[in-house]
């Protein structure tokens, strides 16, 4: 036998071994991205819900205390204040949702009803009406999800 062939043998050994082992490493690095993908939605979803809360709590807050003292501007201005991190949260939420980051199945389960109520509140719906809102987000979030199309 011909030593080039026995290198060419050899070679092509070889070259099917690092082809297996590119397929191999190949699917750990995409399992691997999968878990990270993964993580960052869970953070991401967990902030979301956190600054929701917070949010809430801080209207609920600032509603007890404007009913105590219902003239007192300084409450007025941070019960205000607490609306409209409370719509900024929102809003941020949305982001996430249209940007992809975000499981968007779970995210419409766990928050359709609240982005409706939203929108349609009366006291809110002022700032969800215009065309040149700043939570254009939510706005297209809810159209995509109760237009009529």
């Known amino acids: 036998m011909d030593i080039s062939i026995i290198i060419s043998i050899f070679s092509l050994i070889i070259s099917i071994i690092n082809v297996f082992m590119y397929i191999k490493l190949t699917s750990k690095y995409n399992n691997m991205v999968s878990i990270q993908t993964l993580t960052a939605q869970g953070a991401f979803e967990t902030q979301i819900r956190s600054l929701i809360s917070d949010a809430t709590k801080e209207i609920t807050h ?3 205390e404007l009913q105590r003292d ?3 501007p300084i409450l007025q201005q941070a019960y205000f204040t607490a ?3 409370y719509r900024n949260a929102y809003e941020e939420a949305c982001g ?3 940007d992809g980051k975000i499981d968007k ?3 419409e389960k766990l928050y ?3 982005i ?5 509140d009366t006291n809110q ?3 969800y009406a215009t065309n040149q809102s700043t939570y254009a987000s939510t706005i297209s979030v809810y159209k995509e999800w109760f237009s009529q199309a």
């Open 125 to 127: 719906k002022n700032f």
């Open 70 to 72: 219902p003239k007192n």
């Open 105 to 107: 199945i779970r995210f």
């Open 62 to 64: 600032y509603a007890v």
């Open 96 to 98: 996430k949702y249209i």
């Open 112 to 114: 359709k009803q609240e």
């Open 116 to 120: 409706y109520k939203l929108v349609n």
């Open 83 to 85: 609306e409209e991190q």
